[in-house]
């Protein structure tokens, strides 16, 4: 707070009544304190710079100053100004460094917050505060669920993406999502360094002496555990999967403390611990004569069996494995098989290793297939070829290596080592019977039909002829792999459903001009309740006088219209349809229709036709016009087309009439128009009906409410013949 004299403070404006004594008998002038205090005031604030922000507080501060300057006599307003500026100046002086020391434990406590990202003072632009804040929010932001496989499997959509980060922060300081970045890559570097340690780790332990090891590997191994032991704190911040719960991503601290505690924190924790190093460590520094030279032997043997414990973080790696098969979209067979042939590869390095180890820990016997085979002083890498040799040959049941085994010690470990061998050889074996069969499922179910079908085709003592063309038509038809697609369109949802039919039914739609013309929605009303039909060359699809019950469209092949005397009317082919005709008048078939080679059909059974006629009223009057014009090509014709076609365009007519007259004629020429509508012969409407007839659409419509594009036909040559 200020220690300035009142009287070094510039003087003040000249006032009336500061020039005025300010002492009890003169406040009369003025009328009372509070008078006093309404006319200072003003002229207070406008000489001295306050930092209070209310007027409220300025008038406490100067009625408290006039109260205790004001009964000296002899003091003029002017004197009395100055002790009174001088007063509030040092109230605001210390309302300026409380707020200074609340400022600053603010941004105290802004600084060591992790949960949220503090806004930059206004008044400060240093790049401290941003840097400080680009951090914090790239920390932030790799701690949190990302937008990969496993996050939309787990919360459907990317709203319920942000849902889940909104979570985390409310979570907790340091929780790490199991979906997130630093998860993702901090698992990848596990990985890594769990397979350099599953390999490395056998090699060091049986081949090399704890003298002979390099600076590198010790500082590789202090590495690994350092980061081992870090995994496992990591472990107790990160949130666990549980799909048998709403939120199926647990985040809070105690759960997950307590879930990894009852889990793998036990493995976890013994082997990142170098118990090994230890141990050397507490007996090397006792130099009591005591620790002889055979007790140092067995010293180093129990660090070596202690440093085993490592391998124990084959676990973590399994682990890993079965998280990153739902993080990346690779087939679980692949994933299996990688598996399959990494643990066999390991097992077998492992059992190489402990081949030499359990002679190493004896001090090579001279029964020993180490010392049989003068192995003692060889190179490390000659030692492990012959190890991992005698490994193979026990675990593949081919052999003892070089020699049988001499001593019972060798004897034990052989067997050990053939039983571990047969036990993973059936498991091989196994699994990979159970991955042919899972991988190629349809071909596998297509041999046993057909092995059905052979079977009953000789309990029926069908002639060779048949069983051959049986035979044919399930190659053709199948092609090697057979699926129900009826049990997999009745298990998916209606929209995925309407786009395998789209997809599988493109070729068609392209070919046939029809659905190439037609309402697109149309044509994905009719694509979806097709059926695919095979058949052979020779086969009649239709024959003449019988009632139809479904329709074609040829995808791939030839068939033949063929009339009532035997002749060969025309010949239709991809992308033609034919069957309508009966479909349309409820009457018998006017032709019939022969295959002339394998023919890829889809059929449209006359229920569902009829529906979707319904549904789109336009494309019944087009193929009604088309079915009648085939008709006329052969000289018939279809009172029941000609009355369904007459009664649409008299509605079509009216309705253009009354469209008119409301909207498109003048007041004064509707009247005459509508009554020369009504003087037309009713001769006149049925030749223009006839003449309506004629009319085809022949392409899509430019935009969705353009009338389709027609055309007049003076006569029915360009139309195949009626089925």
């Not at 200020?2 to 020039?19: F, G």
Request: proline residues 4%; neutral net charge; hydrophobic residues 40%.
């Amino acid at each position: 707070m200020s220690s300035r004299d009142p009287r070094s403070l510039p003087p003040l404006r000249s006032n009336k009544v500061m020039q005025e004594p300010l002492t009890r008998g003169s406040s009369e002038s003025i009328g009372s304190d509070e008078m006093a205090v309404q006319h200072l005031l003003p002229a207070i604030e406008e000489q001295v710079p306050l930092t209070s922000d209310t007027h409220e507080a300025n008038h406490v501060i100067l009625k408290s100053s006039i109260k205790q300057n004001g009964p000296k006599s002899g003091s003029t307003g002017e004197n009395a100004m100055g002790h009174v500026a001088f007063d509030i100046e040092n109230m605001a002086e210390g309302n300026r460094e409380e707020t200074s020391k609340e400022n600053s434990k603010e941004s105290i406590k802004a600084s060591l917050s992790l949960l949220g990202i503090p806004q930059p003072r206004k008044e400060s632009d240093g790049l401290s505060g941003l840097k400080n804040t680009f951090i914090r929010r790239q920390l932030w932001q790799m701690l949190e669920p990302t937008d990969n496989r496993l996050s939309m499997k787990l919360f459907g959509s990317r709203k319920g993406l942000q849902m889940e980060k909104k979570r985390l922060k409310a979570a907790g300081i340091l929780i790490i999502h199991p979906c997130s970045t630093f998860k993702f890559y901090w698992d990848l570097v596990m990985v890594l360094l769990l397979i350099a340690n599953l390999v490395t780790l056998p090699v060091i332990i049986a081949f090399f002496y704890q003298e002979k090891l390099s600076k590198t590997w010790s500082v590789f191994n202090c590495s690994s555990d350092t980061l081992f032991i870090l995994d496992v704190i990591i472990n107790l911040r990160t949130g666990y999967m549980d799909l048998n719960t709403a939120e199926q991503v647990i985040l809070e601290p105690k759960k997950i403390a307590l879930h990894y505690l009852k889990s793998w924190f036990a493995v976890d924790f013994v082997s990142s611990i170098p118990m090994d190093c230890i141990f050397l460590g507490v007996d090397g520094g006792n130099e009591n004569k005591l620790y002889e030279v055979s007790k140092a032997f067995r010293i180093f043997r129990l660090a070596k069996l202690l440093s085993l414990v490592r391998l124990l973080r084959l676990s973590r790696l399994m682990r890993f494995v079965r998280q990153w098969e739902q993080v990346f979209n690779v087939a679980g067979a692949v994933i299996r098989i990688v598996n399959l042939i990494g643990i066999m590869l390991l097992i077998s390095h492992w059992n190489g290793c402990l081949q030499f180890l359990v002679p190493m820990l004896q001090h090579f016997p001279q029964d020993s297939w180490v010392s049989i085979n003068d192995l003692e002083n060889a190179h490390w890498w000659e030692q492990y070829t012959w190890a991992l040799f005698k490994a193979m040959s026990h675990m593949l049941c081919i052999g003892y290596g070089r020699f049988p085994p001499q001593s019972l010690t060798d004897l034990w470990l052989t067997m050990v080592s053939m039983i571990c061998g047969a036990s993973c050889f059936a498991l091989f074996i196994g699994h990979a019977t159970n991955l042919i069969q899972s991988m190629d499922s349809s071909s596998r179910q297509y041999r046993e039909k057909l092995k059905q079908v052979e079977e009953y085709m000789a309990y029926r003592k069908l002639p060779s002829e048949m069983r051959e063309r049986i035979t044919d038509y399930y190659d053709y038809r199948y092609h090697g792999k057979m699926f129900n697609e009826d049990v997999i369109f009745s298990e998916v949802s209606a929209k995925l459903k309407q786009d395998v039919a789209n997809y599988n039914c493109r070729e068609l739609v392209a070919s046939v001009p029809f659905f190439q013309n037609a309402d697109p929605n149309f044509v994905s009303r009719v694509v979806v309740l097709l059926k695919f039909e095979v058949f052979q060359p020779g086969d009649f699809l239709i024959r003449e006088g019988t009632y139809g019950d479904r329709m074609f469209f040829i995808q791939q092949g030839v068939v033949d219209i063929i009339t009532s005397d035997g002749q060969v009317a025309t010949t239709l082919s991809d992308g033609s349809y034919f069957g309508e005709i009966c479909l349309l008048t409820e009457e018998r078939r006017v032709a019939s229709v022969r295959t002339d080679t394998y023919c890829s059909l889809y059929s449209l059974g006359v229920n569902n036709f009829h529906q979707v006629l319904r549904e789109f009223p336009a494309m019944r009057k087009t193929m009604q016009t088309i079915a009648l014009r085939r008709l006329n090509k052969i000289g018939r014709t279809s009172k029941v087309l000609v009355a369904a076609l007459r009664h649409h365009n008299t509605t079509s007519q009216n309705s253009a009439v009354s469209s008119s007259l409301l909207f498109s004629l003048p007041p004064e020429s509707s009247s005459s128009a509508f009554s020369e509508h009504n003087r037309r012969s009713e001769d006149d409407m049925e030749d223009e009906s006839n003449e309506r007839v004629l009319q085809v659409t022949e392409g899509p419509s430019q935009t969705p409410t353009q009338t389709p594009i027609t055309r007049y036909y003076s006569s029915p040559d360009n139309f195949p013949p009626p089925v």
